[in-house]
């Protein structure tokens, strides 16, 4: 289970957030064929969009769309956050799955080089039923991801947030994924800040942590330097869901227009579509195709 828990500290003028991603991060790695440095990339995009599915999604009827692209070799990084009450419902992809890059001199992947540094990070928050959008844009920090949505959360929602996202990709696959946001809120006090500062200091790794198995109760306790945290809610989980259908791929062909999708039932015959989320594959045959036609 990707567990996500929520907690209050110093007495409730800080909003803590902690997950473990592990599972939905390996799941992640297998639908898209990930290399390592894909894998870390990719996966604290999805860990950081399960939990703002938590802070950010205020209704059912809200969902958001992230577009992170820093113009290098991964191409455009890509997620869909829902949420319904208790569950968050993600779906995430990136242009360039493949991408191999030789470690940093410290060991580390090198997510930043993998993204790029050079373009934005893009958040939708859009309401089906209003139909009304918030867009917060910000140009990327260093392209690896926890700095470039510490600033989103600066900048575009002015809540200072302490964000940690982190992935251990082993030979076997991925050891430990998840993260966590610290909030302030209006009225912290100056000197709740620097407890939380002295405590991030020389802490280890949030995967560490996770693969060393601490539980989220005590990384939110290490993490705050708040022994006395309270847990708000501790069953929330964040799950990996595509709602794609025949349908979208139908209307999808539709909006190319009349004459290119002519051009296709003459040249082809057929069309085969694959959805960028997970891989499915939608079959249409020269009677779907002329049927389209027809209709338009
Ligand atoms: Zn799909």
Known sequence: MNKVVKFLAYDGRVNVICT????????????HDLTPVTTAGLGRLATISGMMGFTDIK???????????????????????????KTTKIKVYTDNPHVDLPLKSNGKLDVGTAVGRNGFLNIINKNEITDSNYNGLVPLVSGEIAEDF????????????????GVLVGSQGVKSAGGYMISLMPDATEEDIVKIEKALQNIDSISKMISENKSLEDIAKIVTGDKNIVMLENDLDIKYECDCSKDKFEKALISIGKEELSKILEEDGKAETVCHFCNKKYYFSKEDLENLLKNM
Do not use: C
Not at 150 to 165: C, G, H, N, R, W
């Open 20 to 31: 473990n991603t592990t599972e939905l991060v390996e799941e992640i790695r297998k639908i």
């Open 59 to 85: 209704e059912n009827d809200d969902h958001i769309t992230i577009q992170l692209n820093g113009r290098g070799p991964m191409g455009a990084l890509v997620s869909v956050i829902k949420r319904k009450n």
């Open 150 to 165: 510490t600033e989103y959360f600066a900048k575009s929602k002015q809540i200072p947030t302490v964000i940690a996202l």
